[in-house]
């Protein structure tokens, strides 16, 4: 089993709707990422979280939203989509005191 | 703001040959540099770090090397074959633990 797994990995959505994407992971790491990735642009973080209680914005949190519900459990949602939401978003772990990030096999998103 | 720049053109090369990929950085003195790979549809994959008092960092056929004056990095595969075509992304810490990604390169390696 992946240690860093994402649900759903494909999905198409409507402009207007809210949706969920959904992070888990059985590393044990305190922190998780959620990064969005687009072609020629590289991976820019949305958000991300040092524990349950420390959530933090990126340099693209406009539009998103997330929730730590456990160590291992990080959600992002999109709360209205818009079509330039359209990316693969990608979820990342990383050990207290580690420099490593474990990444997800990400979640294709299309806002139609 | 912090800056990674790599090549965004592909790299083609022949199996067989070295692949040298560059990553520049401005604005920012990184305490260490990572590099990661990313095959198509799947995330980046760890692959070296460097701190900033290491030159060079060897790992089976790959290298990577680091100029904190330059503020560069370069990165090579030896001995290349198909199966290392990939992109292959730059990566440094701003300092705060989130980490900046560079664009990538990607590479064709050619049997």
């Known amino acids: 089993d992946a240690d860093v797994t994402q649900t759903p990995r494909n999905r198409i959505t409507k402009t207007g709707k809210r949706i969920m994407l959904e992070c888990s992971q059985t590393k044990g790491h305190d922190r998780m990422y959620w990064y969005r990735q687009d072609p020629g642009l590289g991976l820019r973080l949305i958000y991300y979280s040092f524990d349950v209680k420390d959530i933090n914005k990126g340099e693209i949190s406009d539009g998103y939203s997330v929730s730590r519900q456990a160590q291992a459990k990080f959600s992002l949602s999109l709360e209205s989509a818009i079509p330039n939401q359209t990316a693969l978003y990608f979820c990342?772990?990383?050990?207290?005191?580690?420099?490593?990030?474990?990444f997800g096999a990400g979640t294709r998103l299309s806002v139609l | 703001s912090q800056k990674i720049e790599q090549n965004s053109e592909a790299l083609n090369i022949q199996e067989g040959k070295t692949a040298t990929l560059t990553c520049n950085y401005t604005n920012y003195s990184p305490a260490y540099l990572q590099w990661y790979r990313q095959d198509p549809g799947r995330g980046p994959v760890f692959l070296l770090l460097i701190r900033e008092n290491e030159k060079e960092k060897r790992k089976e056929r790959l290298k990577v090397t680091f100029d904190t004056t330059l503020k560069q990095s370069l990165f090579h595969i030896t001995a290349s074959q198909p199966a290392d075509s990939a992109t292959y992304l730059c990566?440094?810490?701003?300092?705060?633990?989130?980490?900046?990604f560079g664009a990538g390169t990607r590479l064709f390696v050619k049997a």
């Open positions: 990342a772990t990383r050990a207290s005191g580690g420099n490593i990030q474990y």
């Open positions: 990566a440094l810490e701003d300092g705060g633990f989130k980490t900046i």
